[in-house]
């Protein structure tokens, strides 16, 4: 454990951001200090990470410069999209929110629910919910909030459990600043708290890795997007900039191939993502000790329980504990362990998941109020 990064769901987490944009705007005093607005912009960079940045610095016009006056916080476990976004909404850990990865079971119907595109996901996503959103909370409190991210995330199964009490507000032409920007500032005529969401660089990463072209092309249209909106913002509002995971690239003769190894064969169902996989077996104990044999220095294997007992998803309730596998596989370095039922997952040289310190810390940048 000693390269891994274990989440500060007690401090510096993203889970604690939106709880004190809240707490600012009741007038009482927030876990973390962002500053006092009449009315704030969370923008989430997808893959935006400290130590991607840090490394790139001399790439980085705005976010580089500004390392040293922003807060460094942890995402959730895992580092991955679905979990973080959820754990930001609603202002919780996974262990209570129940969104404990980029795919996990749901034990009421035995299948594998993929949290971002909804695939085996249940038609009746109210009765999955573990619990309500931050956003939901504050319109009792007389704040109301919108989110502005892409057209066809509307109603979809991540949306409601991670943006419901929000007003979206959709992205039709990804890529287009000016009307995303006119969005945004639209949404603050209207609310208190304005969510937005840009994932061009994590595509670019997946796709190509950090530092490629396209990965610092993409870097540079997120500073540009913040600089706009940074120069269109009324004088009284906080734009936030912040992201959900960082990433490491995964060379070819670093991924492992389950079907390729007949010892890490016969697992019930296959969760999470490569660099952390959520394995569901009933003999849990003897699936741990033959993983843990196979793949030796590369991995880390965990019983759900002692994961549970280092507190990498928070409190967990007894509805959540089933949805998380019964043994986790972490991969150390730049390894990642791959399935060919998930063939899509080849094709990323990017990854993130795991609890290294280039997956798990993010910046959190403040600006404003003028």
């Known amino acids: 454990m000693n390269e891994f990064v274990l989440p500060d769901y007690g401090g510096a987490c993203l889970s604690n951001l939106l709880p004190s944009v809240a707490s600012r705007l009741l007038g009482e005093t927030p876990l973390l200090d ?49 979990t973080s976004l959820t754990s930001l909404g609603c202002g919780s850990a996974p262990g209570s929110h129940g969104v404990v990865g980029y795919s996990f079971l749901d034990p009421d119907r035995s299948c594998v629910v993929n949290a971002l595109t909804w695939a085996g996901g249940p038609v009746d996503i109210e009765n999955f919910v ?36 929000t007003e979206h507000i ?38 190509h890795g950090v530092g490629s072209w396209q990965w610092l092309d993409s870097l540079a249209r997120a500073e540009e997007l913040v600089t706009g909106l940074l120069e269109n913002l009324p004088d009284d509002t906080c734009l936030l900039v912040t ?4 990433m490491v690239d995964v060379p070819e003769q670093h ?24 394995l569901y077996n009933r003999q849990p ?5 033959i993983w843990a044999s196979e793949l030796g220095e590369r991995a880390e294997v965990w019983l759900r329980d002692d994961a549970i007992d280092a507190g ?16 986790l596989v972490v991969m150390h370095d730049d390894w990642a362990i791959h399935t060919r039922n998930l063939p899509k997952e080849f094709g990323l040289r990017g990854q993130h998941g795991s609890l290294t310190a280039a997956e798990m810390y993010v910046p959190l940048f403040a600006f404003g109020p003028k």
């Open 285 to 289: 104990e003897q699936l741990a000790s």
């Open 34 to 82: 962002v500053p006092r607005a009449a009315r704030y912009v969370i923008l989430l960079v997808d893959g935006l990470g400290w130590y991607p940045i840090a490394e790139h610095s001399h790439d980085s016009g705005l976010f580089a410069p500004r390392l040293g006056e922003a807060t460094r916080l942890t995402c959730a476990v895992p580092s991955t999209t679905a």
């Open 243 to 246: 992201g959900d995971h960082g």
């Open 255 to 278: 991924r492992i191939t389950i079907e390729n190894h007949p010892d890490l064969m016969g697992v019930w169902r296959v969760g999470g993502e490569p660099r952390l996989r959520q």
């Open 170 to 207: 959709g992205v039709d032409v990804e890529g287009d600043h000016r009307a995303f920007i006119g969005l945004v500032i639209g949404a603050l005529r209207d609310h208190e708290v304005v969510y937005a969401y840009e994932r061009g660089l994590d595509h670019s990463g997946h796709a």
């Open 312 to 327: 990498w998803l928070g409190d967990v309730t007894d509805r959540v504990r089933s949805r998380i596998g019964d043994v």
């Open 130 to 165: 573990c619990t309500p959103t931050l956003y939901q909370r504050m319109r009792s409190w007389g704040f109301t909030s919108g989110c502005v991210s892409l057209a066809r995330f509307k109603g979809s199964g991540l949306q409601r459990l991670a943006f419901g009490g």
